[in-house]
């Protein structure tokens, strides 16, 4: 039977031998060399391989002439042969495949196309092939029952058959040769007419009954010492092949024998010959229906791909552009609302300030005029309230600062291209996040003493404030945050460096694809950094990223000093 996963290396080259097999068995083939036709022949015999790899040039049996004698056979023929040779010509290419190989590989053909090849010529190979057993090929010996109880004739006519190249058992009954032949396979029985017990006649009709529906009939040659014209109309008429007088010369004997086994391996041919037409024909309409699907397959498969394709870029588009929406508007709305906010606390603010400061001037001044004729407790109580009412007025400075800070970052025109202080910008991105740092992040700044610039305020804050916040999230505990601003080669650049744990390199690429985040799911969108790009784009300029795992990070804004709006 055929071995589906071993593969027959034809090849006088040990070097070129054990390489081939390296790739073959790494692939999860089982291999088997053969440096020579000859063995190769003697190794289909024990095992039939799935495929055979030959050489070209081979000592004895030539590869061309060895892939002849496979296809000889119809039990070998259908095995895929793989021709390699070191001469790349046409002529020689021509040749081998002419000899009957299925396919023509130089030795110095990529061992990855060697094994597509391999692979191909699997796919193609008959997946259900005749079943015949490799002892009922041409290399073979023909297996022959004597049954004779006569151990004298026996054991000579199993020399001479030994010596014709059979493979000879013995038995001494009708009874136990029935038995053998119901157990093993063989091709001819010769059997003894005139036994005790259960006769030549017998043996042979039973065995006609189960010849009736053999594929692969058994030979039968009757042997007698009564050489006379009934005992050879008995055994004919019992289901003999041939009768033959044990008084005939050997020769004679060996020849008839020789007769009746070439018509019986004859007849096998012809039964496989017309099995494997029938199977070649339904394997070529299952082929050509499967290559109709295939390609019906393929191509549907094809517009679906394109049309899954482009629907999922469409799509991509639409979140990007709709997400991307939904962020501007909702910073359109915090600037709204910030600035909203702030009117409102402006003008109480401005009272409470204008009060203050008059009730400071008015306590001073009864202080020093009223001060002789107090008693010392109610001095100190109204020095108390005076300091009070400054502590106050302090307090409703740094509100009235929070305030000029937060109308700066809401920036109602942000539609609008403008010169604004980036300093400012930063600062107030900076007072927004201040709640995040608290005590454990220390804000370093350095700031350019020329930091007017002409932008798109609105959208440059959101820029800023998408990398300051992911420079303060990126530093687990205690850290450091610089900021800083400076012109170089026509851009004005601002940097945000963190201390925190650093970008891996393999990310580092990744970083403005949208949706692309690393903090855990809730805390991100993905979209800040990608959104920042497309922004400082817009503006003609660039962001730059410079990061070393647990070394921290440094990303660098880049606008032309220049710019012009649209």
């Known amino acids: 039977m055929t071995d589906d996963h071993l593969i027959l290396i034809v090849e006088d080259s040990v070097t070129q031998a054990l390489k081939l097999q390296l790739v073959m068995e790494q692939e999860g083939f089982q291999t088997v060399c053969a440096h020579s036709g000859e063995a190769a022949l003697e190794e289909i015999n024990r095992r039939r391989p799935s495929l055979i790899i030959v050489d070209y040039h081979l000592p004895g049996i030539q590869g061309d002439e060895l892939c002849r004698q496979i296809h000889m056979d119809i039990t070998t023929r259908s095995i895929p042969l793989m021709m390699l040779t070191a001469d790349e010509t046409s002529a020689a290419e021509l040749h081998g495949l002419e000899s009957g ?3 023509f590989v130089a030795k110095s053909e990529d061992p990855e196309i060697l094994l597509l090849r391999v692979h191909n010529l699997l796919r193609k190979a008959r997946r259900q092939a005749v079943n015949v057993e490799v002892g009922r090929s041409l290399f073979r010996r023909a297996r022959v029952l004597i049954i004779d109880d006569s151990a004298t004739y026996r054991e000579s006519l199993a020399q001479e058959l030994t010596d014709e190249g059979c493979d000879v058992t013995q038995v001494t009954s009708g009874t136990e040769g029935l038995r053998l032949l119901s157990e093993s396979d063989f091709d001819c029985v010769m059997v003894d007419m005139v036994m005790p017990g259960m006769d030549g006649i017998a043996v042979c009709k039973e065995l006609s ?4 529906d053999s594929d692969a009939p058994l030979v039968v040659l009757m042997l007698s010492a009564y050489e006379h014209k009934e005992n050879v109309a008995r055994a004919l008429e019992a289901g003999a ?3 033959v007088g044990k008084s005939t010369e050997m020769s004679l004997l060996r020849a008839r024998l020789r007769a009746l086994l070439r018509r019986k391996f004859l007849l096998e041919q012809n039964q496989r010959i017309v099995e494997e037409i029938r199977l070649r024909e339904m394997e070529t309409l299952r082929a050509k229906a499967e290559k109709e699907a295939a390609e019906a ?3 549907l498969a094809e517009g679906l791909a394109k049309a899954n394709a482009e629907l999922e870029e469409a799509n991509t588009k639409l979140r990007e552009t709709q997400v991307h929406l939904i962020q501007s508007e909702k910073m359109a709305s915090l600037g709204q609302l910030v600035a909203g906010i702030a009117h409102e606390i402006n003008n109480p603010l401005s009272f409470a300030l204008s009060n203050v400061f008059s009730i400071e001037n008015w306590l001073a001044a009864v202080m020093a005029e009223a001060a002789p004729c107090l008693a010392e407790d109610h001095v100190a109580k109204l020095d108390k309230a005076r300091k009070r009412i400054a502590d106050t007025g302090q307090g409703l400075e740094r509100v009235r600062e929070l305030v000029v800070k937060l109308r700066t970052f809401s920036r109602l025109d942000e539609g609008e291209f403008k010169t604004v202080d980036i300093r400012e910008a930063v600062e107030s991105v900076l007072l927004f996040l201040r709640h995040k740092m608290s005590d454990r992040i220390e804000v370093r700044r350095n700031y350019t003493a020329d930091s007017m610039l002409a932008c798109y305020a609105g959208q440059l804050n959101q820029v800023i404030m998408n990398v300051v916040a992911n420079a303060v999230d ?3 505990g205690k850290g450091a945050i610089t900021v800083r ?7 004005f650049v601002i940097a945000v460096a963190d201390t925190g744990s650093g970008i891996p390199p393999e990310i580092q690429e990744r970083i403005f694809d949208p949706f692309f985040t690393t903090k ?6 993905g979209l800040g950094l990608s959104i920042s790009y497309g922004i400082i784009k817009s503006h003609d300029g660039r962001i730059e990223v410079s990061s070393h795992p647990g070394e ?3 990303i660098r804004i880049l606008i032309p000093v220049n710019l012009e709006g649209a």
């Open 101 to 103: 190989a299925d396919d």
């Open 485 to 491: 601003t400076y012109r170089h080669d026509g851009m």
């Open 474 to 476: 990126a530093i687990d």
């Open 209 to 212: 009954k189960l010849r009736s």
């Open 520 to 525: 855990p799911v809730g805390q991100g969108t």
């Open 552 to 554: 921290g990070t440094e």
């Open 297 to 299: 397959r393929a191509a």
């Open 241 to 243: 092949d041939d009768f």
